[in-house]
């Protein structure tokens, strides 16, 4: 059933639901790929302390200190900061400007997002210096297309002999990771995010303990 799983999260506390973009699995999908599984290690456990510090604020605002604390900071600053300074580039700022994130903390969250747009305040800022093509443009990040590759032999298959190889056995149940993959390519399911988290574990696991043992 399509959008079963938005159901059955949307049903949830927001603490329950929200681990921010960064979620890739939820603990039933973690238990049942992992060869040695533990219980001890519940987002929820990471999570609290920083909900804690905003259970006064509106969920918006919860979610958006989720994603400062977890996606940004591990996640996508990090990879842009890498990607573009290797190529002596700053894609990070204006944005990041302490000044300006010290203001946009401060704008009501009615003015952030509403039913109709996103990042209202900037949009109607925007308004005054660009065309409205641009002022009102979608949101669009800078994607890899990933979903697409995964289904092409080649890479398909260099995933597949990650899947099956002596460490993925060591630390996988391979049969249940293989089978994500093979959703995928048949067009069952897009796993492309989970397949490339498994996949860039494998590789980084080969480079910094199989390659210099």
């Given at each position: 059933?399509?959008?079963?799983?938005?159901?059955?999260?949307?049903?949830?506390?927001?603490?329950e639901?929200?681990?921010?973009?960064?979620?890739?699995?939820?603990?039933?999908?973690?238990?049942?790929?992992?060869?040695?599984?533990?219980?001890k290690?519940?987002h929820?456990?990471?999570?609290?302390?920083?909900?804690?510090?905003v259970?006064?604020q509106?969920?918006?605002?919860q979610?958006?200190?989720?994603?400062?604390h977890?996606?940004?900071?591990?996640?996508?600053?990090?990879?842009?900061?890498?990607?573009?300074?290797?190529?002596?580039?700053?894609?990070?700022?204006?944005?990041?400007?302490?000044?300006?994130?010290?203001?946009?903390?401060?704008?009501?969250?009615?003015?952030?997002?509403?039913?109709?747009?996103t990042?209202?305040?900037?949009?109607q800022?925007?308004?005054?210096?660009?065309?409205?093509?641009?002022?009102?443009?979608?949101?669009?990040?800078?994607?890899?297309?990933?979903?697409?590759?995964?289904?092409e032999d080649?890479?398909?298959?260099?995933v597949?002999d990650?899947?099956?190889?002596?460490?993925?056995?060591n630390?996988?149940?391979?049969?249940?990771?293989?089978?994500?993959?093979?959703?995928?390519?048949?067009?069952k399911?897009?796993?492309?995010?989970?397949?490339?988290?498994?996949?860039m574990?494998l590789?980084?696991?080969?480079?910094?303990?199989?390659?210099?043992?």
């Open positions: 059933m399509k959008g079963k799983n938005y159901l059955i999260r949307g049903s949830k506390d927001l603490q639901r929200f681990i921010g973009n960064a979620f890739m699995l939820t603990e039933e999908e973690r238990e049942r790929i992992l060869k040695k599984p533990t219980g290690y519940h929820a456990v990471l999570t609290r302390p920083f909900y804690d510090k259970k006064d509106d969920e918006v605002t979610m958006q200190y989720i994603d400062i977890f996606w940004l900071i591990g996640d996508i600053l990090l990879k842009a900061d890498k990607m573009s300074m290797a190529h002596s580039l700053e894609v990070r700022v204006p944005f990041l400007d302490r000044i300006v994130f010290d203001v946009a903390r401060t704008i009501p969250t009615k003015y952030k997002v509403n039913e109709e747009n990042k209202y305040a900037m949009r800022a925007a308004h005054r210096y660009l065309p409205d093509m641009v002022a009102e443009k979608k949101k669009l990040g800078f994607p890899v297309p990933i979903r697409i590759w995964l289904k080649k890479y398909y298959q260099i597949k990650a899947f099956t190889s002596k460490a993925a056995q630390f996988f149940k391979t049969e249940e990771i293989v089978k994500y993959l093979e959703e995928h390519r048949e067009g399911a897009d796993n492309s995010r989970k397949i490339w988290t498994i996949f574990f590789v980084w696991h080969k480079q910094y303990f199989e390659e210099t043992a």
